[in-house]
């Protein structure tokens, strides 16, 4: 039972993870390597805390948390994550709410399903290299790793902090004891994949700009100032924050939008409880946030039925589960298990140094051949960025050569990421079920068949593109 002494140690600890907040958006603004690095606030915060906190430095430590606020730290994640996650399908299809839908420009279905179908491939392959490593280290039978090792590769390469911070959440739903470890693993994967991924990114921008393989020809050194320092002086340059639906005398617009989405949460965990309930095995594997998800499609369908689409803005909303993700991901590092990740310090260098590799050859030679010289390297600088770290990566990396995004790059890629969450209905669960008691090889060949069937999607996405061409082309000769 909750008392007021525990609800004042939580609050204290958040506002510990505050204060490494501010110091982390201080240190991005004023030390260089953090700018060159493009490090968001809250990874620098969360290293701060880590590596001068008591998890590291023990007695001695500089920042002297008491262990109740690392305690805390490790949960949070799990717990943030619900709202995060079922917040995604509030606003879609509704009036502006549709990411960049309207500001495609004509850009065909093809490019977008091409977009969509590559990044899920990619996500899924990184899983089997994952998998795979576990298996090649396992060979020999002394390996010391558990079962569903490699499944945080994918976890926090292609889902960044944020998703790396869920796994922890799913491993401890799903009864398995090493959940504070594996999101350890996750969080340390999704740290290696944005640095690395940032990294690489700008020299790939360098050498395709030399080689005149960039479609708007900028130099990694024109990007903005404000980019790299992480924050904006100019007031008149400063975006607004979102649409104002609601007069703050009746209620604010961000509580309106918060309170759909713990609505959603609340619902989600009413009705997990109640299917579970029902003894049923699939039903007690899937996580809380699937069912949030599925509970704010629904509710999204509703404001849209009802004619209250003008109420949601989707700015609002991402300024709402973007403030979140920040605290989440700075719990999740500051409280990442050193010593228990150590242990595997070794395959987790194997994997990410392979899942670098291949997802560049997937992304750069596999997804470059589909676009061929249709602003190819700009599609791919993006997916890149997204796949070893979030959206706002591949954004970022797709700024410095396209400043303005004049290609087509960023609307069609928003709009294919926008339908994992779609897809991510069907295969989320596939996969979850199989993590609850599949064994590594089982996992390693889901991952595999799962990344043929996206494969395929972008063959017939491909495939269907050169039909259509080479209709319009027969149109055309008659005329």
Request: glycine fraction near 10%.
């Amino acid at each position: 039972m909750l008392t007021s002494a525990m609800l004042s140690e939580l609050l204290c600890s958040l506002a510990a993870i505050g204060g490494l907040l501010l110091l982390g958006t201080f240190l991005r603004a004023k030390v260089k390597i953090f700018q060159k690095l493009f490090l968001p606030a809250s990874v620098i915060g969360g290293f701060i805390g880590l590596l001068l906190g008591p998890v590291v430095m023990g007695e001695n430590a500089i920042f002297k948390f008491p262990r109740e606020y690392i305690n805390n730290w490790t949960l949070i994640p799990g717990i943030l994550i619900v709202p995060i996650f079922a917040s995604v399908p509030l606003g879609m299809f509704m009036n502006g709410g549709s990411g960049q839908a309207k500001k495609k420009s004509g850009s065909a279905l093809s490019k977008v399903l091409i977009a969509f179908a590559i990044f899920a491939a990619v996500s899924s392959v990184q899983s089997a290299i994952g998998f795979g490593t576990n298996l090649l280290f396992s060979a020999g039978g002394n390996s010391g790793l558990y079962r569903t090792f490699g499944y945080e590769l994918s976890q926090g390469f292609c889902g960044g902090h944020g998703t790396a911070g869920a796994v922890g959440r799913i491993m401890e739903d799903l009864g398995l004891d090493y959940w504070a470890t594996a999101q350890g693993v996750a969080t340390t994967t999704a740290t290696v994949g944005i640095i690395g991924g940032m990294l690489s990114g700008i020299v790939f921008i360098n050498i395709a700009a030399r080689k005149g393989k960039t479609s708007v020809l900028k130099k990694a050194e024109d990007i903005p100032a404000h980019m790299a320092t992480g924050c904006i002086r100019d007031i008149s340059a400063q975006a607004s924050m979102g649409r104002d639906s609601f007069v703050n005398s009746s209620i604010e617009t961000t509580s309106f939008h918060l309170a759909l989405m713990l609505g959603a949460c609340g619902i989600a965990y009413f009705v997990m409880n109640r299917l579970k309930a029902t003894g049923i095995s699939a039903f007690s594997s899937l996580p809380v946030w699937i069912y949030a998800m599925v509970i704010m499609f629904a509710i999204n369908r509703i404001l849209i039925a009802i004619k209250l689409d003008w109420a949601v803005d989707t700015k609002v909303k991402s300024k709402i589960s973007g403030a979140m993700s920040d605290f989440a991901i700075t719990c999740a590092i500051a409280s990442l298990p050193v010593q228990a990740v150590m242990e595997y310090a070794v395959p987790i260098a194997v994997m990410c140094a392979v899942g670098f590799v291949i997802t560049y050859l997937l992304i750069f030679v596999f997804q470059g051949a589909l676009y061929k010289d249709d602003c190819a390297f700009e599609r791919s600088i993006i997916a890149w960025g997204c796949a070893t770290g979030v959206m706002i990566t591949g954004m970022m990396l797709l700024k410095i050569c396209d400043p303005d995004y004049e290609t087509p790059a960023l609307a069609d890629f928003s709009v294919g990421f926008s339908l994992l969450s779609l897809s991510g209905l069907v295969t989320t669960p596939l996969t979850i079920s199989f993590l609850a008691g599949g064994s590594t090889f089982e996992n390693f060949a889901l991952s595999l068949v799962i990344a043929c069937v996206y494969f395929l999607i972008a063959f017939g996405a491909k495939a269907s593109e050169k039909i259509t061409v080479k209709k319009e082309v027969k149109g055309a000769v008659k005329i």
